[in-house]
């Protein structure tokens, strides 16, 4: 029982277990439409494309959540407008500002000579260094993201299952689709800091993924997706503690691994459940 409980009687394994927590829910909430929508690729480049507010907002001395919220602000923008040219695919313009963003940070973090410890910290996070006031931003982030989605689900809903029943029935579809890109903008600076942008999407798709074969209707998998994400952060610090491994990534592998294996429960499930086949009657 002590092996279970040890690591949990430090302070900031206990801050790190509760960051988890929020970011969980937060991914949660976010991560759902982004898997019922097949938006993984779009979740990959926005939270690359963080890399230049953070890293110029670390040369200036400023804070990187305000770098963050920049360059998400701009993806999301330049995601919304570049949707809307009939002659180039959604997938084209990910990719070009996926890659223009991600150069654009490589060449401000080459300008500095000691920024190396600081891109680490961005890509892989660091779960282990939360702080009192992280948890309060987390917890702020959480009630806005929730707001967002109670608020928006009824149009998230119909743009997900079928865009053009949205506008026909007057849901604003454009709106709507460029709203739960902010949604997913929020999930991912509020989560860059605790995971890294490189692992950000462990939990932002694999605990939704995980939880679809279990769940009843949308709310079902982000409650579902919210406990499984949870389960990977207590796991997770519970593993690196005593296994000496990175915190972040072994949170993040843990949430992977929840959903290879329960895409593997569900597989022996349906096998079980299936109603034998008719056997062809027996001739003499």
């Given amino acids: 029982m002590e092996w279970l409980t040890a690591p949990f009687e430090a302070t900031f394994v206990q801050r790190a277990l509760w960051g988890g927590i929020l970011v969980s829910a937060i991914c949660a909430l976010a991560g759902t439409w982004v898997v019922l929508r097949g938006m993984a690729f779009l979740g990959d480049a926005m939270s690359h494309g963080l890399l230049p507010g953070v890293a110029l ?14 360059s998400a602000a701009v993806m999301t923008a330049g995601v919304t407008a570049l949707g809307r040219t009939p002659k180039l695919s959604q997938d084209t ?9 991600l150069s654009l940070g490589v060449i401000i973090v080459s300008r500095s000579q000691s920024f190396a410890v600081d891109l680490t910290g961005f890509l892989f996070g660091d779960v282990l260094a939360v702080r009192e006031q992280d948890l309060a931003l987390l917890g702020t982030a959480l009630v806005l993201a929730l707001t967002v989605s109670v608020l928006g689900h009824r149009a998230f809903l119909a743009l997900a299952f079928d865009p053009r029943k949205a506008r026909t029935l007057g849901l604003r579809p454009r709106l709507a689709h460029a709203v739960l890109l902010g949604l997913l903008a929020l999930a991912i600076v509020a989560s860059f800091h605790i995971v890294g942008t490189l692992l950000v999407l462990g939990l932002l798709i694999a605990p ?27 796991l997770g610090l519970l593993l690196s503690w005593h296994l000496g491994t990175a915190a972040g990534a072994t949170v993040s592998a843990l949430a992977v691994t929840l959903f290879f294996l329960s895409h593997l429960a569900s597989g022996i499930r349906h096998r079980r459940t299936r109603p034998a086949g008719i056997r062809p009657p027996a001739t003499d």
């Fill in 57 to 70: 907002a670390a040369l200036l001395g400023g804070n990187p959540m305000v770098g963050a919220l920049l």
């Fill in 93 to 101: 313009g990910i990719g070009l500002l996926f890659v223009g963003m």
């Fill in 208 to 234: 939704p993924a995980a939880a679809l074969p279990w769940a009843r209707g949308v709310q079902g998998v982000m409650v579902l997706a919210a406990l499984l994400g949870t389960a990977a952060t207590f």
